[in-house]
């Protein structure tokens, strides 16, 4: 099969249509720049993800603005070499430990005949205004969730006569300092913030289907530090979280409990996992001693047993919260685990007998071959924002401020493959 790439979309289709999106996920290991390419408003391809870790971010938030910036700049110019596209605004994903969220509603008048897009616009900013917010608070989304005419809910209220128009919405907001710090590192790496959004939002989109969030499902992005939890059922957003423990948590553990070096505990996390066949069938076994430079020997057994602790701690937080929050979990709903710590060696299977319910890995809803690599689920949050920020870009400036730099390099794939390498080695 021949390598689609997006000159090839350039044959057919006219070029006023295509619009290119960059999208930032600012996670607590990596930050990473995405590249989209939108067709008639819609999320229509992948063109390249560079990323980068970074030390300035400590569970979801930026803790050292320079060190950010630096890894920002970086980006920047790696989108230009190794993708080929200058890139000066961009939306922004990111979480909080402190995200909140709130149910709202609000209503205005309708002046014309019909409902317009603008009464939409008008009863939005209503209840994004009406929300009472603490101090240091502020909205990262207004999302709405019924719209009534005269009363009555309508899905699809554009068109609709009426004399009064009422939302409700679902508002999530974060400590106004996260969005501030955010604006502060784009600005001092010389780009504009289009929107920010929370990143777990971008992460649905990408690894769930539609029959999954008509249903419930519970989507759990576990990365580095923090642990992202949303549910969706009946296509609404019911429920988000973030849990302050990611993997970087187990490495940790591990490097304690283990008395080893927290590169070698990292090494091991990510070789013997959790539940190996070597450690299922004899956890007395010792783990390779050349992963361990001269420590005292490890069986698979205390390597489980420990990831095994830091698992159920974030799970038991999670699930307690959603059981406060008055959602219960049983079955049609299903639960999609994705981000790096998902590709924990046998994970999966150690929520699924824990919850009883079915448990995938969320692999990015890309097409299989040139996209393998961006599909792993530590990228899902990276792909997810573009094709998010796709679909909702609330902006003015219409295309160009991510900008081609040179005619499409038909080996930029490759060029991709090449530079993840490294990454998965
Ligand atoms: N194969 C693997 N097995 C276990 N853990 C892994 C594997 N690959 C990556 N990880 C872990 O995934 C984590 C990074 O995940 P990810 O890139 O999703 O985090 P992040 O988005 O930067 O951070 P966060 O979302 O928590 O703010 C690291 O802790 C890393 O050790
Ligand atoms: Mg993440």
Not at 116 to 127: P, R
């Amino acid at each position: 099969m021949r390598a689609m790439n997006a000159s090839d979309n350039y044959m057919t289709v006219p070029e006023e249509n295509i619009n290119y999106i960059a999208a930032m996920d600012i996670g607590s290991n990596k930050i990473s720049l995405s590249i989209g390419q939108t067709l008639d408003g819609r999320f229509d391809a992948l063109l390249g993800v560079v990323h980068h870790q970074c030390q300035g971010i400590t569970s979801g938030r930026i803790t050292n603005l320079e060190a950010v910036t630096a890894t920002i700049r970086k980006l920047l110019c790696e989108a230009i070499e190794i993708i080929g596209f200058s890139v000066t605004e961009v939306f922004v994903g990111i979480t909080d430990p402190e995200i909140a969220v709130h149910r709202n509603t609000a209503m205005v008048a309708v002046a014309g005949d019909s409902i317009t897009s603008e009464d939409i616009a008008d009863v939005l900013e209503a209840a994004e205004t009406a929300m009472p917010l603490r101090e240091n608070e502020a909205i990262l989304h207004v999302i709405p969730e019924q719209f009534l005419v005269n009363g009555h809910p309508v899905d699809d209220p554009v068109g609709r006569s009426g004399v009064r128009l009422d939302v409700e919405t679902t508002v999530l907001t974060v400590p106004r300092s996260s969005i501030v710090n955010v604006d502060r590192v784009c600005r001092a790496a010389g780009l504009t913030v289009r929107d920010i959004f929370f990143s777990p939002l971008g992460t649905l989109q990408a690894v769930t289907h539609p029959r999954q969030r008509q249903l419930g499902v519970l989507l759990l992005d576990i990365g580095a530090g923090t642990t992202d939890v949303v549910m969706m059922e009946g296509d609404r957003l019911r429920y988000c979280d973030v849990v302050p423990i990611g993997g970087q948590s187990f490495t940790e553990s591990l490097a304690n409990g283990l008395r080893c070096l927290r590169e070698e505990a990292e090494t091991i996390k990510i070789k013997c996992g959790m539940a190996s066949p070597a450690y299922l069938n004899n956890p007395d076994l010792a783990v390779d001693s050349s992963l361990l430079c001269g420590s005292a020997p490890v069986t698979y057994g205390q390597v489980s047993h420990i990831l095994e602790s830091r698992i159920s701690e974030i799970l038991h937080i999670a699930l307690n919260r959603l059981h406060y929050a008055g959602i219960g979990l049983t079955a049609p709903h299903s639960i999609v685990i994705t981000g790096g710590t998902a590709q924990l060696n046998g994970l999966r299977a150690f929520i699924q007998e824990l919850i009883e319910l079915p448990v995938e890995v969320g692999f990015a809803n890309l097409p299989a071959g040139m996209f393998d690599l961006a599909r792993q689920p530590v990228f899902s949050s990276s792909v997810g924002l573009v094709m998010y920020a796709s679909t909702h870009d609330q902006g003015h400036s219409p295309r160009m401020t991510v900008q081609m730099t040179e005619k499409k390099n038909n080996n930029v794939f490759k060029k991709l493959a090449d530079f993840f390498g490294g990454f998965f080695d």
